[in-house]
C-alpha cells in the first residue's frame, strides 16, 4: 500500500518533518516486535499530544488506512507487526509523568514512559505501580497497558487491569474521550477502562492514564526451594496459595531450565527436578511470620532444599537461575517458540505433568518456567532444526487443548496478537467472540485499528 497524497499531506501538517517519516530504513525499524514477525509499514509517526493522534486517526479513517499503536516493541505475540501496512504509531515520545499524588494514590502518565523509569520517580514518594514485567527497564507504560503485562508481583497485586483507574483513548471513529475515575471506588456505567486494557489497540489508542499506586513494603525476603520433581514443586505451589500469606513473587522452574541455566550461569544454579523461587514482602513486625508460614507450605514430600536469603547479595545469588534462563535458551535456539499459558493454580501439577508427557510424544525440548502462583506458566518450545519446528508447532496445538482442558486460559500476560489468533476458538465460544466483534465495531466502525491481530 502506498498512502495517498491527501494523507500524507494532513499528516505532514499535524506532525514536524521529524515526527513523520516514510524512508525505508525508518518504516523498517519499526516493522517487527520480539515476536520476530516482521511487515513494512506505509509511514511512521511520533506523536506528542493527544490532538495529534485524533488526527491521524480521523485522516487514516477517511481513507481507510490501517492504524497501528507501538510501545517498544518488546511483546513476543506480533501484537504490534503492521501486517496490512498503514501507518504505525509509535509513543515514544509521548514519555511524560504528568502527575504523582501520594495523597489520592495515583500517578497521570503519557503511553511512553517508561516501567522503570516511572518506578524509579515513585521510589522517594513510597511508592510503587505492581505491574512488573521482565522487559520493564525499557518497556512502556501504553504497551504494558495493551497486553495486559504483569509480572511476579502480579501473584499479589494483580495486573494493570486492577492498578489503573482511568484513561483517555482515542476510538476508531478518531474522536477522544475518557473513561474510568480518579478515585478509588466507581459505579457509574460500564468499565470501559478494564475493557480496553489488553485489547492491543484494536479498540481505541490510549493517550494517557491514571494509574492506581501501591505504598511499598519496607521488608523483603527471598526464598529458594527445589524439589526431587515438577510434580513435588507443582504441588508445593498449591500448598503455598491455599494458606492466608499471599507471596508477592512465586516463580517455578522445570529440571530442563535449571539444567540449561546451569550449563550458561555456573555452579551458582542449582541442578534439581525443579525449583521454586519465592518473595514475601510486609512490615518488620510480621515478616518473619510470613516467612515461616510460606515456609512451612513448602514444605513437603519431594522438599531437597530450603534456603532463605539473609543478604542483598544472597538475594541475588538465588535468583541467577531465573536471569540465566532467557539467554541461556537463545544458545539452544534462536526460534524458539515462547507461550504463557495459564491454569487454575490447583490444576499446575496436572499442566506441568501434561507437557512433559508431549515434549516426550513429539520429541521437542520444552523449558518450563514462570509465575505459577497465578497458574501463568511460560512454556518454551526450543525446535532446532525445520523438522523439530514442524513437530514443534504440531506440539503446541495440542499444549493449547490441555490448558483449555484444565479450566485455563491461552494466555496470562503476552496476549494474544498475531500468533495466538487461530487459536481463539478453543478458549471462547463461537457467540462470545460474536460478542466481541460487535464491541470491536462499536470502537472502530471501519476495523482500521491494529487489523489481523486478536480476533480469528
Known amino acids: 500500500m502506498t498512502l495517498a497524497p491527501a494523507l500524507l499531506e494532513t499528516l505532514r501538517r499535524h506532525f514536524a518533518v521529524d515526527a513523520c517519516s516514510t524512508a525505508e530504513s525508518e518504516r523498517i525499524a519499526y516493522a517487527y516486535d520480539n515476536s520476530?514477525?516482521?511487515?513494512?509499514?506505509?509511514?511512521?509517526?511520533?506523536?506528542?499530544?493527544?490532538?495529534?493522534?485524533e488526527a491521524l486517526v480521523a485522516a487514516c479513517r477517511e481513507h481507510r488506512v490501517p492504524v497501528i499503536a507501538r510501545g517498544r516493541g518488546t511483546n513476543t505475540t506480533g501484537a504490534t507487526v503492521p501486517v496490512d501496512g498503514g501507518v504505525v504509531v509509535s509513543?515514544?515520545?509521548?514519555?511524560?509523568?504528568?502527575?504523582?499524588?501520594?495523597?489520592?494514590?495515583?500517578?497521570?502518565?503519557?503511553?511512553?514512559?517508561?516501567?522503570?523509569?516511572?518506578?524509579?520517580?515513585?521510589?522517594?514518594?513510597?511508592?510503587?505501580?505492581?505491574?512488573?514485567?521482565t522487559s520493564a527497564p525499557w518497556c512502556s507504560i501504553g504497551g504494558n497497558l495493551a497486553c495486559n503485562s504483569a509480572g511476579p508481583r502480579t501473584v499479589k497485586y494483580g495486573s494493570p487491569r486492577e492498578n489503573t483507574l482511568g484513561l483517555r483513548a482515542v476510538a476508531g471513529?478518531?474522536?477522544?474521550?475518557?473513561?474510568?475515575?480518579?478515585?478509588?471506588?466507581?459505579?457509574?456505567?460500564?468499565?470501559?477502562?478494564?475493557?480496553?486494557?489488553g485489547s492491543e489497540g484494536t479498540l481505541a489508542?490510549?493517550?494517557?492514564?491514571?494509574?492506581?499506586?501501591?505504598?511499598?513494603?519496607?521488608?523483603?525476603?527471598?526464598?529458594?526451594?527445589?524439589?526431587?520433581?515438577?510434580?513435588?514443586?507443582?504441588?508445593?505451589?498449591?500448598?503455598?496459595?491455599?494458606?492466608?500469606?499471599?507471596?508477592?513473587?512465586?516463580?517455578?522452574?522445570?529440571?530442563?531450565?535449571?539444567?540449561?541455566?546451569?550449563?550458561?550461569?555456573?555452579?551458582?544454579?542449582?541442578?534439581?527436578?525443579?525449583?521454586?523461587?519465592?518473595?514475601?514482602?510486609?512490615?518488620?513486625?510480621?515478616?518473619?511470620?510470613?516467612?515461616?508460614?510460606?515456609?512451612?507450605?513448602?514444605?513437603?514430600?519431594?522438599?531437597?532444599?530450603?534456603?532463605?536469603?539473609?543478604t542483598a547479595a544472597e538475594t541475588a545469588a538465588l535468583w541467577s537461575a531465573r536471569k540465566a534462563l532467557s539467554p541461556a535458551q537463545r544458545t539452544i535456539s534462536p526460534n524458539k517458540i515462547n507461550e504463557d499459558v495459564v491454569v487454575p493454580v490447583s490444576r499446575l501439577p496436572e499442566l506441568v505433568d501434561g507437557i512433559k508427557r508431549l515434549a516426550a510424544r513429539h520429541d521437542v525440548l520444552i523449558v518450563s518456567f514462570g509465575h505459577a502462583g497465578n497458574g501463568n506458566l511460560h512454556v518454551n518450545l526450543l525446535p532446532r532444526d525445520e523438522a523439530e519446528r514442524e513437530r514443534a508447532h504440531a506440539c503446541l496445538a495440542e499444549v493449547f487443548a490441555l490448558v483449555i482442558e484444565l479450566e485455563g486460559t491461552l494466555s496470562g500476560e503476552h496476549g494474544i496478537g498475531l500468533v495466538k489468533r487461530e487459536f481463539m476458538p478453543l478458549?471462547?465460544?463461537?457467540?462470545?467472540?460474536?460478542?466481541?466483534?460487535?464491541?470491536?465495531?462499536?470502537?472502530?466502525?471501519?476495523?482500521?485499528?491494529?487489523?489481523?491481530?486478536?480476533?480469528?
Open 36 to 53: 520476530r514477525r516482521r511487515a513494512l509499514p506505509d509511514a511512521v509517526v511520533f506523536p506528542t499530544e493527544h490532538a495529534q493522534v
Open 91 to 133: 509513543f515514544e515520545r509521548m514519555n511524560r509523568i504528568l502527575r504523582i499524588d501520594p495523597d489520592n494514590r495515583l500517578a497521570v502518565v503519557e503511553p511512553g514512559v517508561l516501567n522503570g523509569d516511572l518506578q524509579q520517580a515513585l521510589a522517594p514518594h513510597g511508592f510503587f505501580w505492581p505491574p512488573d514485567p
Open 173 to 197: 471513529h478518531g474522536r477522544g474521550f475518557r473513561c474510568g475515575t480518579y478515585t478509588s471506588k466507581g459505579a457509574t456505567g460500564y468499565d470501559l477502562t478494564r475493557l480496553l486494557i
Open 205 to 310: 489508542l490510549i493517550t494517557e492514564a491514571t494509574l492506581k499506586l501501591t505504598p511499598k513494603p519496607s521488608g523483603l525476603r527471598t526464598l529458594r526451594a527445589t524439589y526431587r520433581d515438577v510434580g513435588a514443586a507443582a504441588r508445593a505451589v498449591a500448598r503455598i496459595m491455599a494458606q492466608p500469606v499471599t507471596p508477592c513473587a512465586l516463580e517455578f522452574i522445570d529440571d530442563v531450565a535449571l539444567k540449561l541455566a546451569h550449563d550458561y550461569g555456573g555452579e551458582g544454579v542449582p541442578l534439581a527436578g525443579a525449583m521454586l523461587m519465592i518473595e514475601v514482602d510486609g512490615e518488620p513486625g510480621t515478616l518473619a511470620s510470613a516467612v515461616e508460614a510460606v515456609s512451612q507450605a513448602a514444605r513437603g514430600d519431594g522438599l531437597e532444599t530450603l534456603k532463605v536469603a539473609e
Open 427 to 456: 478458549a471462547l465460544q463461537p457467540d462470545t467472540l460474536e460478542l466481541m466483534r460487535r464491541v470491536k465495531t462499536a470502537f472502530d466502525p471501519d476495523g482500521i485499528l491494529n487489523p489481523g491481530k486478536l480476533l480469528p
